[in-house]
């Protein structure tokens, strides 16, 4: 017996009968002695109807105007509003108790951020009376208020801050994230047919990989379930199968050299070259860059014989009208003969693994697969648990599958 926050994402509730499963599965938690809170996002592709919607009404003759943010998530959040009476609805005619709440009703006040709100606090209340009184507590995942009472929302994917944040301030014994996966994979199945659905992996190992594109889990979600320590089960809303659990690194974890591999499709390399190189310049550069809002991996600076300066770094595809600009502008500051050049075609595939720590040549196997096939790679970085090489676009699917087989990581020739 214990406490259980489950969340169902948008496929998992995006039709009656779909809300009903997912009913299902709360109430044969309830009834095998849980207490049990429900997150729910919008229902199918709500959320992307929605920003449509506000898309076409924003195009007013024949320009296209930005909506106040405010309105945004007041639009937004009606997706989420609409799932949890459905489902407290379908609990109902399942012949059970259940309450649906607003993050408003929960008291999830963050700030005020539109759009990518950061959650300040929880009012536990109202959740544990009713929990106390035999409810299941049916919540809205993705939003918030500010102090002021204003709906806001917690970035794309946001029902998974909620369901991590809501099993930290309830002291949950588990989150379940019930998608339409399995689970975590080694690699995106869609790219490598062999992937294996991974059991277990450390907090770390997945921060890595969901900031490398493995998109199951907001990376923020994850941060804060380490931060709090609540274990997480990534699992398949449509069967009974175990899916992948996400807890705190284990000494045997390191057993495993590496756990998954993952590509990062899109991405651009921006360099500045010849900048004077005095005290300061790097942080006039990720200034500028900070207050486009761009986030920036992949820094490399070097310097040639003249004494100038290179910075390069990579940033998203999507991002390279906001990264134009900013550089453009640096440009200009430095003034001489300082200039920037994008290259728009490259792709970045990584292996992580906690093992890493305590293993030696795991660099070398990787380097070394890739160029048996032919694959050049442009720039290395590495963290303690992450090797990751930037290659050329079109290598990218290839990459992935090469380095996956490289760690043997694949169903049929991997270690399970
Ligand atoms: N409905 C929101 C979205 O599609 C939040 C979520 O699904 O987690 O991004
Ligand atoms: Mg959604």
């Known amino acids: 017996m214990g406490l259980i926050v489950m969340k169902f994402g948008g496929t998992s509730v995006a039709d009656a009968e779909r809300i009903h499963r997912a009913s299902a599965r709360a109430l044969a938690a309830q009834r095998a002695g849980h207490k049990v809170v429900v997150v729910v996002s919008a229902m199918g592709d709500t959320t992307d109807d929605l920003l449509d919607l506000a898309k076409s009404v924003c195009t007013f003759g024949g320009r296209e105007i930005q909506p106040p943010k405010r309105e945004m998530d007041q639009l937004l959040s009606t997706g989420e509003q ?21 993050g408003g009703q929960i008291g ?22 009713a929990l106390d009184a035999g409810r299941i507590v049916i919540v809205a995942g993705f939003q918030g208020v500010t102090p002021e009472g204003d709906i806001t929302t917690l970035g794309r994917g946001g029902s998974n801050a909620t369901l991590v944040a809501l099993g930290a301030a309830l002291s949950a014994d588990v989150c379940e994230n019930y998608t339409d996966v399995d689970g975590i994979y080694t690699a995106d199945p869609r790219i490598v047919p062999n992937a294996r659905k991974i059991e277990r992996i450390s907090y770390d190992e997945m921060l890595e990989l969901s900031g490398l594109g493995a998109s199951v889990l907001q990376t923020r979600a994850v941060e804060f379930a380490k931060k709090y320590k609540v274990p997480l089960h990534v699992r398949n809303s449509q069967n009974e199968n175990e899916g992948t659990w996400i807890v705190s690194e284990t000494p045997n974890m390191e057993n495993i050299v590496v756990s998954g591999a993952a590509l990062k499709k899109d991405l651009i390399r921006v360099t500045v070259r010849e900048i004077p190189d005095v005290p300061g310049v790097a942080a006039r550069v990720f200034g500028a860059i900070a207050q486009a809002n761009v986030v920036v991996d992949d820094i490399i600076q070097t310097l040639d014989r003249e004494g100038n300066a290179y910075i390069s770094f990579t940033v998203e595809h999507g991002d390279l009208h906001d990264i134009r600009q900013a550089v453009d502008g640096l440009v200009k500051g430095f003034g001489g003969t300082c200039h ?77």
């Open 82 to 102: 609409v799932t949890i009476a459905l489902m407290a609805m379908a609990i109902h005619a399942q012949g059970a108790e259940a309450i649906s709440l607003t």
């Open 108 to 129: 999830l006040v963050t700030d005020a951020s539109f759009s990518k709100a950061r959650i300040q606090s929880i009012d536990k209340k109202r959740m544990l009376d």
């Open 340 to 416: 920037a050049d994008y290259a728009t075609d490259l792709a970045k595939v990584s292996v992580v693994g906690v093992g890493m720590r305590s293993h030696t040549g795991v660099a070398q196997r990787m380097f070394e697969a890739l160029a048996q096939s032919k694959i050049n790679i442009d720039n290395i970085t590495t963290s303690e648990i992450k090797i990751s090489c930037i290659i050329k676009r079109d290598d990218g699917p290839k990459a992935l599958k090469i380095v996956h087989d490289a760690f043997e990581l694949g169903g049929a020739s991997g270690k399970p």
